[in-house]
């Protein structure tokens, strides 16, 4: 009897490790601007402390780094690093808010941070099931009154290998998904229905309007690699211009709300 839970014990850690190792999924994406459509594929490695986003049709990457809280946009081209720390770009989000805050109602109507659906109209709800990359995930759909702002089919046993804790650091900080919900006029109530989607997002769609203009993005995974991945994968490359753009960008905010005439007026 002993035995066998000792056996069990070890295929059940085994199974822990396989779900939380390391990863590479090679999405394919696609934005699509009025009738411009644009189309790439990416390629994601994820470790216990890194995800490297590689584009090798753009010539760019993103590694973002969950134990110090920095991202790097990295261009290949102009063989630049961009640097952005979780801390400036909080700051840069409360300028954002309060800038939000204190527009008109009217200014608001032209974004996409105020709904026409009051919190009660939004919701997160499960649409099915659907196979993605060959993994089993559950579809879901985050609805604001009649309209769909998120799609997602998720698999609910491939975790990303990060440690929760750093994980809920820094997520925020990296899913564009997750700034426009924090920016809308409904934030708690998006956040809170949007954490109903368990697993790792394999299959995701959503679309950003403001005024007459629509962007949607959409994103599917077609390869999903276990396994260990090289270290020096996720190294920075050498000889390149690093720039904090993140530094950079907060400075100019904070500049324009002292002065938010300025650039403005006539001379």
């Known amino acids: 009897m002993k035995r066998y839970f000792l056996v069990a014990f070890v295929i059940a850690s085994m199974a822990g490790q396989l779900i939380a190792g390391d990863l590479k999924i090679t999405f394919k994406n696609e934005v699509k601007l009025m009738l411009m459509t644009k189309k790439s594929e990416e390629t994601c ?3 216990a402390r890194y995800v490297l986003k ?3 049709k753009e010539k760019t990457d993103r590694l973002i780094d969950y134990k110090d809280l920095i991202s790097y946009e990295i261009n290949h081209i102009k063989r630049t690093i961009d640097i952005y720390t979780l801390d400036d770009q909080m700051k840069m989000e409360e300028i954002m808010k309060n800038k939000v805050g204190t527009a008109s109602s009217e ?3 032209k974004t996409i941070l105020t709904f026409s659906a009051g919190a009660n109209d939004i919701k997160a709800q499960q649409v099915g099931t659907e196979t993605v990359a060959g993994r089993a995930c559950v579809k879901w759909e985050v609805i604001i009154g009649k ?3 998120f799609a997602a089919s998720a698999a609910p046993t491939l ?3 990060i440690p929760k804790a750093d994980l809920e650091k820094i997520d925020k900080f990296v899913d564009p998904m997750m700034l426009i919900l924090r920016l809308s006029s409904e934030s708690s ?3 809170a229905e949007y954490a109903k989607i368990k697993g790792f997002p ?6 950003i309007s403001s005024g007459l203009i629509t962007v949607t993005f959409r994103q599917e995974a077609t390869k999903i690699e276990e396994g260990p991945i090289t270290a020096s994968v996720f190294d920075l490359p050498k000889g390149y211009k690093t720039v904090d753009a993140g530094k950079e960008m907060l400075e100019k ?3 324009d709300k002292k002065n938010p005439d300025n650039g403005t007026k006539k001379k």
């Not at 394999?202 to 679309?207: A, G, M, V």
């Open 147 to 149: 309209k769909k702002l």
């Open 189 to 191: 109530k998006l956040e």
């Open 54 to 56: 590689v584009n090798e």
């Open 202 to 207: 394999l299959k995701t769609e959503f679309q």
């Open 253 to 255: 905010m904070m500049k």
């Open 159 to 161: 975790e990303m290998p």
């Open 107 to 109: 200014k608001k109507k």
């Open 45 to 47: 490695y994820y470790s």
